[in-house]
């Protein structure tokens, strides 16, 4: 796969015939291979994963006749978590360039970590996430990024690092999402709406749980109706943040010496854990040898070099972990002292590098 989910939002942008200084938005439209239209919806259905989508999709109609045009597959962004893949679409850059690079990082302030979900720091998301939005550049010409979600959403941190700049439109339910999607074609032709709540059913439930396929049918059932009440040439395209794997192991690294052993921070997600050390060579040698093939583990400096986050600023490299440990199988490794007992129960998870959680679908309609 040679698309990434960075391309999509700035691949819509270039099929609207739009070039923003700083993106290559028609490289990217190429790269997908997106046809030109009058505007576009692109909506981001956390947790949709392309292997999770493909395994159920006679319940999704809908999205399964899109995917039969679009059978292939691109990738997300590494870690495989939302704040990462939200702020990579919303920006058109990797998180190596955004220092959104987890589930959770170190605060410097503090030493303690923080969520770039909950943002629960004093630290300000345009301080931390300095890179410009695509609503940002597409503010400098003259034009407007809707941005539909909930109103919980509305300031927050998360919101601010990837979405600043766009208008704030607010839907609740999935219809009136849908609804607000529709009317703000009206005032603009850029619109992204987000859906979360196939993610929150997969954590709680699994993403193989019943109400993981009820939640798609729903979510089916109403981008069928978006793409049907949109006006002519409007450009949908439909993707994800990550996919998701039903965890059936766990290690808690408190529990265990050998990987406890050095530690002094563990943020990032069981998928995808970000140790910070101060003996991180060593850490890394006994992590490696604990784990074997259950899990990749990666110095800081292996990480950077191996390409995974794209370009790497110095401000994303002093903010992630010293060492990473993205876990393979159906493996979580969590750590009891620094994360919760509801994260730790979390059925479905993502974060790592398996195909499960990287690839993501990339299906469009063009409306007529």
């Known amino acids: 796969m040679t698309s990434t989910l960075t391309d999509v939002l700035a691949g819509a942008v270039g099929a609207l015939g739009c070039e923003l200084e700083g993106l290559d938005t028609r490289g990217s439209m190429n790269r997908l291979d997106l046809p030109e239209a009058r505007r576009f919806i692109v909506v981001l259905v956390d947790g949709l994963g392309h292997d999770n989508?493909?395994?159920?999709?006679?319940?999704?109609?809908?999205?399964?006749?899109?995917?039969?045009?679009?059978?292939?597959?691109?990738?997300?962004?590494?870690?495989?978590?939302?704040?990462?893949?939200?702020?990579?679409?919303?920006?058109?850059?990797?998180?190596?360039?955004?220092?959104?690079?987890?589930?959770?990082?170190?605060?410097?302030?503090?030493?303690?970590?923080?969520?770039?979900?909950?943002?629960?720091?004093?630290?300000?998301?345009?301080?931390?996430?300095?890179?410009?939005?695509?609503?940002?550049?597409?503010?400098?010409?003259?034009?407007?990024?809707?941005?539909?979600?909930p109103s919980k959403f509305l300031g927050s941190g998360l919101t601010n690092a990837a979405w600043r700049g766009g208008l704030p439109v607010v839907g609740e339910s999935l219809a009136e999402r849908v609804d607000a999607a529709l009317a703000a074609l009206e005032?603009?032709?850029?619109?992204?709406?987000?859906?979360?709540?196939?993610?929150?059913?997969?954590?709680?439930?699994?993403?193989?749980?019943e109400a993981w396929t009820a939640e798609l049918e729903l979510l089916d059932a109403e981008l069928s109706r978006l793409a049907r009440l949109a006006p002519p040439d409007t450009l949908m395209v439909v993707t994800a943040d990550h996919g998701m794997i039903d965890?059936?192991?766990?290690?808690?690294?408190?529990?265990?010496?050998?990987?406890?052993?050095?530690?002094?921070?563990?943020?990032?997600?069981?998928?995808?854990?970000?140790?910070y050390s101060r003996e991180p060579d060593a850490l890394a040698a006994r992590w490696r040898d604990y784990l074997g093939d259950r899990a990749l583990v990666y110095t800081k400096a292996e990480w950077i070099s191996s390409?995974?986050?794209?370009?790497?600023?110095?401000?994303?490299?002093?903010?992630?972990?010293?060492?990473?440990?993205?876990?393979n199988g159906r493996l979580g490794i969590g750590d009891s002292r620094f994360m919760s007992a509801g994260a730790l129960r979390m059925v479905?998870?993502?974060?790592?590098?398996?195909?499960?959680?990287?690839?993501?679908p990339c299906l469009i309609e063009v409306t007529s």
Do not use: K
């Open 53 to 149: 989508l493909a395994s159920r999709s006679g319940h999704a109609p809908f999205l399964r006749r899109r995917l039969a045009h679009r059978p292939d597959p691109i990738s997300t962004v590494s870690p495989s978590t939302t704040a990462a893949a939200v702020t990579g679409l919303g920006t058109g850059l990797a998180p190596g360039q955004t220092a959104m690079a987890g589930y959770s990082l170190r605060d410097p302030n503090t030493g303690e970590p923080f969520s770039l979900i909950s943002w629960n720091t004093d630290l300000r998301a345009e301080d931390w996430q300095r890179q410009p939005t695509i609503g940002e550049r597409l503010d400098r010409h003259g034009r407007e990024l809707a941005v539909v979600q």
């Open 187 to 209: 005032r603009t032709d850029f619109v992204y709406l987000y859906w979360g709540e196939l993610d929150h059913v997969g954590h709680n439930r699994g993403w193989q749980s």
């Open 348 to 360: 479905g998870l993502h974060g790592s590098l398996t195909d499960e959680e990287m690839c993501v």
């Open 247 to 275: 965890v059936e192991e766990r290690i808690d690294i408190a529990q265990v010496p050998q990987l406890s052993e050095g530690v002094d921070l563990v943020a990032g997600e069981e998928r995808a854990a970000q140790i």
């Open 307 to 327: 390409g995974l986050l794209g370009d790497v600023t110095d401000q994303t490299a002093s903010a992630i972990g010293d060492v990473v440990a993205f876990a």
